[in-house]
DNA sequence: GTCTATACACTGATAGAC
DNA sequence: GTCTATCAGTGTATAGAC
């Protein structure tokens, strides 16, 4: 086990990963990937069929990987609000966005099925985590009980996905952290 | 005035515009803006030293659009909640995301001042001029007085482009509109 | 499994005629 | 101002040898 093709697939794939992250799928090309990753052009397509093939595992993998590294401060110990605040507050790489919801903006991943679903699943899941943690914020009198869980969560979400734009965009993590900062200030003692 | 080569340089802008909105930087080719725009090679290239003087005349038409119509509800009628939910509320296209914040995704755009500069100032704008109108609302007793205005004013902005990229991830506009009632109903009595 | 060769359209432009 | 010709390089593969 652990054969050489094994290894050569696994670093097609890690280096999928990097280039989507950076690039975009309309921005990678099968040939950049091959460089990067050191592996030749038959070799790739005798692994993948080829670049939605290749994408598609990677994103998969990224997902799979968000999700893990989400859940450490989730289920971590604390308030409602603390395991929020955690997941909030861990430290990120604010320049390089996120992995995941950078692939939203790209029209031919939204437009394919196969790419689009990890992205689509991703946020279904942490979206409902979230909610489930406000609610049981709701539930121990941590947080009012008027609004709708499922929309605290998006709206959690969506400040880190918002914070992401407007650190690229000052090409600062400045505005980031001032988003996450406002956000836990409304969050706090509701 | 208003002569045929105005007509060219304008449906010029105008389809790029577009073609930035719907494909990004990256994804958008010089002889794609040709053909919907309905111009020649020789036209496009006798108006525009070549692809990124174009974008960048673009991309500044389109955050002065941007600009113009967010400060249509930020300036209207209404307490400093009223004006916010009204700009949050406003009818939007969705699925298409923002004009403007889809661009900090792009690579080349980030990595090009004369193209980063409209994103960055656009932002910085619509940031400033709702931390006033937090301000105001904190001077008048409407929000409590404690966080910073430029905090919360970056929430909001963040929960805008946020919801945009769950909207487009769910393939539905649903998330944005969940997102945006969290973070009023946050908002709200503070 | 990996390599090289080949293919054909597209990218982003420049040159010069009209 | 607009048109057509041309160009070197890239994008995304397929074919067949080793």
Redesign the pocket.
Known sequence: MY???????DRLIETTQELLWERGY???????IQQRAG?????????F?????LAAAALSRSAQQLRAQAEQQLAGPGTAYERIAAYLLRDREVLRGCRIGRMAQDP?VIAEAELRRPVEETFDWLCGRIAEIVAEGQADGEFATGPDPADIAAAVVAVLQGGYVLARAADSPEPFHQAVRGALALLRNR
């Open positions: 054969s050489e093709a094994m290894a050569t697939q309309v921005g990678t090309s099968p040939k950049a592996v030749g052009q038959g070799s790739m397509y005798h692994h069929t080829g670049k939605s093939d031919d």
